[in-house]
């Protein structure tokens, strides 16, 4: 079970960018989009995470809880700012053992540290699409820089919420020993990959 739901959730996110060049889909024409304020879509936001097990297999998890906000300026797009916060107490592998396990104070130790937190400081792009988000993550009590490799699917109406929405997809890697999250590694390995994606709805 834990692998055909990493699958479907990794499958949705890669073939998100496809829709861009579908009739009536989302538009990466900047020249055509809404800049301003934007709230997460809490309904249509993931992160996935996972690492090798042992050299045997890659375990996967995720966090279904996430709040985020979003500065958009789609004539300036360097000039952009995202800061989402990730509610760790929602973690998921599919396996409740696994989950309590991560929760505790061995690990996440979620009771004292219930949140992560990442704040972009540079937005870098290298593409029509594409792009890097470097930032400061704060998680279990230590703040290290991340960069992100994004993809931007697009923006425009959703056509059932009617909201208008822009869509991200993104990856990276975090070295989890240096957050003092390094039990077991390096035979669970060390590196941990992120995979992101998520809607943002245009603020009121």
């Given amino acids: 079970m834990k692998f055909k739901t990493a699958a479907i959730l990794l499958a949705m996110t890669a073939s998100v960018p496809a829709l861009a060049e579908t009739a009536g889909g989302p538009s990466v024409d900047l020249a ?31 966090f279904p809880s996430l709040e985020g906000k979003l500065k958009f300026d789609p004539k300036t797009v360097a000039s952009s700012e995202v800061e989402v916060t990730v509610d760790l107490a929602g973690l998921d592998t599919t396996v409740p053992k696994l989950d309590e396990h991560m929760k505790s104070e061995g690990f996440f130790d979620v009771a004292k540290f219930p949140k992560a937190v990442f704040k972009s400081n540079k937005i870098t792009v290298t593409g029509p699409t594409t ?5 400061d993550l704060t998680l279990h009590g230590v703040t290290k820089p991340v960069t992100l490799t994004a993809s931007f699917n697009g923006g425009g109406i959703n056509p059932v919420s009617k909201a208008y929405v822009l869509g991200f997809n993104a990856t990276g890697h975090i070295t989890r020993s240096e957050f003092g999250l390094g039990l077991y ?10 995979t992101i994606s998520a809607e943002f709805d245009k603020a009121p």
């Avoid at 390096?186 to 992120?194: E, N, T, W, Y």
Wanted: charged share 15%; aromatic share 16%; proline share 2%.
């Fill in 185 to 194: 590694a390096p035979a669970v390995s060390d590196d941990v990959l992120l």
């Fill in 32 to 62: 055509k989009l809404e800049g301003g304020a934007f709230v997460l879509d809490k309904g249509h936001a993931r992160l996935i995470f996972s690492f090798n097990h042992f050299g045997y297999s890659t375990s996967y998890g995720f």
């Fill in 131 to 135: 792009g890097t988000i470097s930032g």
